[in-house]
């Protein structure tokens, strides 16, 4: 006889389980044992999902220290008196790659189609949304809220993950002025490398005089 299901399983790990119903958090253990029908075991393989991904999907911010890690790089586009675009690129850890790598190359040819980068945007990407994209813009100390992405890509270099993707800013500068890009995670379940003026390049029509520094964690272009 089948066991009723009293539970949906939302994440399982070896290290952590969340254990949700009706969309809301009925336990969260370490190390703990979820015993599963027979039925359930079979499929347990298609929830067996790498942590920060449910995470990410279902905002839930249960972790106070990082357990991803990500190399960036930003491509600033400016144009006359403008600041067009930022062009973000994020390199995983070994560890996170292997898991998306593994879950999204249907094919194993160890580079992502059209279709499978389409599937990743939906399902490891689209929801950070809801954090902001960890990405944070203040041009001559006004915030400018990153409401959406475009261009989105994913692909695999060696055996780390890579996303691409560009938030369109349209804002424009003034002499005298300056741009701060804080790349960051607030639930602290990512964390990013330490930020460094080489990881920035300004495309286009670099305004004369321009550097860039690190400040508070900050990029910052002055102009």
Same mark, same amino acid.
């Given at each position: ?68 890690? #990500?190399?960036?790089?930003?491509? +600033? ?11 973000? !690129? =994020?390199? &995983? /850890? ?67 993950? #890579?996303?691409?993707?560009?938030? +369109? ?11 701060? !890009? =804080?790349? &960051? /995670? ?38």
């Amino acid at each position: 006889m089948t066991a009723k299901r009293h539970f949906s399983v939302k994440f399982y790990s070896i290290e952590n389980a969340v254990l949700l119903k009706d969309g809301k958090i009925l336990r969260f253990n370490h190390s703990c044992k979820i015993f599963l029908s027979v039925k359930w075991r079979c499929r347990l393989k298609q929830f067996r999902m790498i942590a920060v991904l449910l995470i990410l999907l279902n905002s839930y911010p249960l972790f106070s220290h990082p357990h991803v890690f #990500i190399d960036n790089q930003l491509k +600033v586009k400016m144009t006359t008196g403008k600041v067009q675009e930022v062009r973000i !690129i =994020w390199m &995983f /850890d070994a560890f996170f790659s292997s898991n998306i790598i593994m879950q999204f190359d249907r094919n194993r040819n160890k580079r992502f189609e059209p279709g499978e980068i389409e599937s990743v945007r939906q399902g490891a990407f689209q929801n950070l949304k809801n954090f902001n994209y960890f990405t944070f813009i203040e041009i001559n100390g006004q915030n400018r809220k990153v409401q959406s992405v475009r261009d989105f890509s994913a692909s695999i270099s060696g055996n780390r993950l #890579i996303y691409e993707f560009t938030v +369109v800013v349209n804002a424009p500068v003034r002499p005298g002025g300056k741009i701060s !890009i =804080w790349i &960051f /995670d607030p639930t602290n379940y990512v964390a990013f490398g330490e930020p460094k003026a080489a990881q920035v390049t300004i495309m286009g029509k670099k305004p004369a005089g321009s550097k860039i520094s690190i400040i508070n964690n900050k990029y910052v272009i002055s102009y």
